[in-house]
């Protein structure tokens, strides 16, 4: 049986069965007082990078969608391991502007960039380690959602709409919610996080399964890109593109004023199935998204 | 200018002064009394693996030089965060079998799999991240050498012999010096530490310009392998061929009783000037090993 007949999905849930992974954005290791947090991607110019993408903004976006696995589970950037392939054709100038898009995202964000490797490849791929630490009392896991909660997200939906529209540099200019999450950690009120990158309703359907949840978001609370109200049909793209990457927290709404930084309500932890309110009906939301392997 | 015209070590020297990383095995962080060591390994089956590579000994492969990297530095293996990048028309087993190769090695040498990634790309790429830790006083850095010490390997030196001869499976199968490495940095008597694996001549040659010495090898003295003495050359392939993975160490002579491994003293570390000393007769080592983007 090949890959493209399970998806990335199934891959990565016989990878955490085989390992006795626990399911979230980040590894964990115990360290007196803290975890630390790790998480790791790797990206390649054939999948991920559009035509046209600016070295600069790979090197940044390669750091900034790890920093957000950190900042889904509360972290402060640590440390950077950077391995980057690419053909021995290519202009010092492309790899070092690699290098200038990976250190302004850290020098914004937080870390270092602490070691790596370099090697030849027919294309550019880069694989980042991020690592983190975050006290024990503050790490915001996937776990914990309860029927009754509400669900929120940080800044807007649909950022995919850019691949479309020809912004690539916008794409790719992703802002790791650090500060939100410390805010939202330090206050101690969520009882669940993860981070947005394969879509919303995937992700909705990955922490559903871990609490034993469902959800009702409502369509007109969604805060949906001015981007993707460009496109024929925003709403999808809110819904199903991956990219955003945001924060997606479910708390008790009566800590809504303990925070101060920008987010929205899109709906409730609810017992069971994952529904959208729209135009006063009741509809399932698909359980689709962003998938390595079959997409 | 490109990539091919200043080569690997170049590019590298180029990260390190533009992070201030040290140049050293692995990458640091301080954690009270021991250091959290860190080491990152991208591989990919058009350069690393050749054509007949098992995917179990590929997934083992690919775990043992990163504890390679561990182990030359005193480290115990901690975690490892695994990313892997294939076609998505590559079969189940095939994926299945490199994480059976990689399990089996970190059950043989410690560690775990706490993490990892899975991605799309149009030919296989492992990047692992490999965590150790090290007592404070037990670390061994590349830093250190003195002239007067004896210089030392472990195990056998041309291996990569095995990719002549048609013994892949051999070739991958790396046996990361953990063991050996532990008893050297709890005995606190090595003056510095690296692993192989750009080859004998090339890694004095690190070790030469980091302490500024210079190395007298003895070639009657070169433990060379079984495989490359059926070469034209095993003189050629204990020097410049990569793939031993070994532990390159000095120290003062006077303390090898207090080493009970398999180790072999090749030589003694000089003020300057990096000789070989073969058939009554000194010459110049030639500062070549394998190195991506030029070799």
Redesign the interface.
């Known amino acids: 049986?090949?890959?493209?007949?399970?998806g990335?999905r199934k891959?990565?849930e016989?990878?955490i069965q085989?390992?006795s992974?626990p399911m979230d954005d980040?590894?964990?290791?115990d360290?007196?007082n803290e975890y630390?947090i790790?998480?790791?991607?790797?990206?390649?110019e054939?999948?991920?990078f559009p035509q046209g993408s600016k070295p600069y903004y790979i090197g940044w976006y390669s750091i900034a969608v790890n920093l957000s696995d950190i900042a889904a589970k509360g972290g402060k950037p640590?440390?950077i391991?950077?391995?980057?392939?690419?053909?021995?054709?290519?202009?010092?100038?492309f790899?070092?502007e690699i290098?200038n898009g990976m250190?302004d995202c850290v020098k914004k964000y937080g870390g270092?960039?602490?070691?790596?490797?370099?090697?030849?490849?027919?294309?550019l791929?880069i694989?980042i380690?991020a690592?983190g630490m975050v006290r024990k009392n503050e790490y915001m896991a996937r776990k914990g959602a309860k029927a009754g909660d509400a669900v929120y997200v940080t800044g807007s939906l649909g950022k995919e709409a850019n691949l479309y529209l020809g912004n690539i540099d916008e794409l790719l200019n992703v802002k790791p919610r650090i500060k939100e999450a410390h805010e939202l950690a330090k206050a101690r009120v969520a009882t669940s996080c993860m981070d947005l990158s394969d879509g919303l309703a995937s992700s909705l359907y990955q922490l559903a399964k871990i609490n034993g949840i469902g959800f009702l978001i409502y369509e007109k609370w969604l805060p949906i890109d001015d981007k993707a109200r460009k496109m024929d049909s925003p709403l999808e793209f809110a819904l199903y593109h991956g990219g955003d990457f945001e924060l997606l927290f479910t708390m008790p709404e009566e800590h809504e004023d303990m925070l101060h930084f920008n987010f929205k309500k899109i709906g409730y932890v609810t017992e069971e199935k994952i529904l959208i309110e729209k135009d006063g009906k009741i509809e399932e939301i698909k359980n689709k998204g962003y998938e390595?392997?079959?997409s």
Not at 81 to 93: K, Q, T, V
Request: proline share 3%; net charge neutral; hydrophobic share 45%.
């Open positions: 049986m090949k890959l493209s007949e399970i990335e891959i990565v016989k990878i085989k390992f992974i980040c590894a964990v290791i360290n007196g630390m790790l998480t790791t991607d790797m990206m390649n054939k999948t991920h640590l440390a391991l950077a391995a980057i392939s690419m053909p021995r054709s290519r202009e010092i100038n790899f070092e290098l250190e270092k960039i602490i070691g790596g490797d370099t090697k030849e490849s027919p294309f791929t694989a380690t690592i390595h392997f079959v």
